[in-house]
């Protein structure tokens, strides 16, 4: 379980690498889902690139992967606005598929779950109590 656990953490880490690098390799597409409610969509849309590179390294390395799956949920919980928002105007993006709009937010639900993972402190052997040996 645990090399399945470290496989996962680095393919959460070149995950959330990967979609921060997106922010700036297509930011047109970032700046299209803005909701208008929101200021300095650009600056908004680099900063959430940002974002995302820097928690996923920190995801991959195994000392601030706990600090950075925080800060992924609670990355995640403030994007959810802009899945709130595409889907009550769903008219407003014509090339997403309202089903995909719908299936975001269980998605959402499970990377959530992905990186609470990772906040829960591992039992190490020296934090579990020692067994009492025959006749002890």
């Known amino acids: 379980m645990k090399i399945l656990k470290a496989v996962l953490r680095v393919g959460m880490a070149v995950f959330y690498v990967v979609a921060g690098v997106n922010h700036f390799r297509d930011p047109e597409f970032y700046l299209s889902i ?3 409610y929101l200021p300095m969509h650009q ?3 680099y900063l ?5 590179i820097v928690l ?3 995801a991959a390395t195994p000392r601030s992967a706990r600090l950075a799956a925080w800060g992924i949920i609670l990355m995640l919980l403030v994007f959810l606005p802009v ?7 769903n008219h407003l993006y014509t090339e997403i598929p309202t089903s995909f709009l719908w299936l975001r937010f269980p998605a959402q639900g499970l990377l959530i779950l992905w990186a609470y993972w990772y ?6 052997a020296s934090d579990r109590p020692e067994e009492l040996s025959p006749g002890a």
Request: aromatic fraction near 0%.
């Open 34 to 36: 803005m909701p208008p």
């Open 56 to 58: 996923g390294i920190m």
């Open 119 to 124: 906040t829960l402190a591992a039992k190490e």
């Open 43 to 45: 600056q908004l849309v």
């Open 48 to 52: 959430s690139g940002i974002a995302e």
């Open 83 to 89: 899945h709130v928002h595409m889907l009550i105007n």
